[in-house]
């Protein structure tokens, strides 16, 4: 059976009459869920400007239904004030990619988990001067000590923090005391 | 009252809870004590506001009589607002305000994290996300209670008398009515005794260790904000809250 983004199983006249339905010039029938991955990977977070929204893990699946392309994505937080602006910034990518009226969903389950942000993404943080989250979400207690945070600007371990919240919902502040930078860290939920 | 009436009650409850709760710590938006207080408390505000948005998305879809959820937040009277009396308490001094805050937070906590095994998956999806936040709050939360109790002769009177203050409003917090029955029957909403053991076993533990004296157990409660008989100040927030949409109403853009 062909898959809609398999261009090889199409006919010519196939893909002239999908083309007739979208834009001049673009084909988004023709993409498969790995360019559109990589479409999304271009659009970066507008609190944290160093990650995409696939290195987040804000993005959790793509997949075509029938002729439709669908989305889901998670907020981060409930009440985060940048999730209608990633569904926006989607959207507007995919419209210009050709896509009249792709299909973003919000899901809440699972919840959103800093253990989905990417190694390279969290790498991403680290050079962007945001401490990336340290541990595992599951196995935090409810009032247990802070993990050690090292400062992402010159490593060291010596660090304190400052206050439980930064300046988004996502993030805490925190101090080196070895090189006297104030810095923020990223949130392990 | 069928199963549907009291899930559409107690959608309200926790959505209003919420909503009038992050309203009063906005309050504090541009004149908290420390900077760093002020980025904390905007921050669960910002939580809170979140989390009702979820609960009214809900409750709008039940209700579904073409409210959606900025209508139940703006367009309901006093009366019709179900919040916990607790919530809508006066921002006071930093003690009041962090010991509204405690007591709020661990019944919440509990709530949320046995609404995360709810019956209804929508539920359960919306508070598996509220219960990640929550937890922060409570922790810090406590922390405050702590420290001011079991901080200078002043700090420690004053965190005494907010728990004394407060205390007449929590019992609100644990006392089940019809609502809360028929949901824990259902399997939707948490069993009540197991709330009322988890949040006095909390509370009572984070107040021993700041050495402050909990009111007792058989003190007289207020008790009403579920069923829309709220205290005097819930008007004041409502006209501030709600006024932009009240002036204008159906306006779609600001």
Request: with cysteine; charged share 30%; aromatic share 8%.
């Amino acid at each position: 059976m062909p898959q809609p983004g398999d261009s090889d199983s199409r006919s010519a006249v196939d893909i002239l009459i999908a083309s007739d339905r979208v834009p001049a010039n673009a084909r988004p029938d023709l993409l498969t869920e790995d360019d559109i991955w990589a479409l999304l990977e271009e659009i970066k977070d507008p609190e944290v400007p160093a990650v995409s929204v696939v290195e987040l893990g804000i993005v959790r699946t793509v997949r075509w239904d029938g002729n439709e392309l669908s989305i889901d994505v998670t907020p981060t937080y409930s009440g985060c004030p940048a999730t209608e602006l990633i569904e926006e910034l989607i959207t507007e990518a995919l419209r210009a990619a050709g896509f009249r009226d792709p299909r973003i969903n919000q899901v809440l389950t699972p919840a959103w988990t800093t253990d989905w942000i990417t190694d390279e993404g969290k790498e991403k943080l680290r050079a962007f001067g945001i401490a990336p989250p340290e541990g595992s979400s599951s196995k935090m207690s409810l009032l247990g000590e802070p993990e050690v945070i090292a400062c992402p600007h010159c490593g060291s371990k010596d660090t304190e923090r400052i206050s439980e919240f930064g300046s988004t919902a996502c993030k805490a502040l925190y101090r080196c005391k070895e090189c006297l930078e104030p810095f923020d860290y990223f949130k392990c939920i | 009252m069928t199963q549907a009436e009291a899930l559409q009650e107690y959608l309200l409850r926790l959505a209003d809870s919420d909503m009038i709760l992050g309203q009063r710590l906005c309050e504090l938006c541009g004149k908290a004590p420390a900077l760093e207080e002020e980025m904390a408390l905007m921050n669960v505000a910002l939580d809170l506001v979140g989390q009702a948005r979820n609960w009214y998305e809900y409750a709008a879809e039940l209700i579904d009589d073409g409210r959606d959820a900025d209508k139940l937040a703006f367009r309901r009277d006093a009366h019709h607002y179900r919040n916990l009396l607790l919530t809508e308490q006066p921002n006071e001094d930093y003690a009041v305000t962090m010991g509204r805050q405690f007591f709020f937070d661990v019944w919440h906590y509990f709530t949320l994290k046995s609404l995360t095994e709810s019956s209804d998956e929508h539920i359960a999806g919306i508070a598996a996300k509220a219960l990640k936040e929550a937890t922060y709050h409570l922790r810090r939360s406590s922390e405050w209670v702590k420290r001011l109790g079991d901080g200078t002769e002043e700090s420690h009177r004053r965190m005494q008398d907010a728990v004394d203050i407060l205390w007449r409003f929590t019992g609100e917090l644990i006392t089940p009515d019809d609502t809360d029955r028929v949901m824990a029957e259902a399997g939707i909403g948490p069993d009540p005794d197991q709330l009322a053991q988890d949040w006095r076993g909390m509370v009572k533990e984070v107040l021993t260790k700041a050495t402050l004296t909990p009111g007792a157990e058989d003190a007289w409660m207020y008790m009403g904000g579920k069923h829309g008989e709220h205290t005097e100040h819930l008007g004041f927030i409502l006209a501030e809250m709600q006024f932009l949409q009240r002036a204008y109403p159906d306006a779609t853009t600001w």
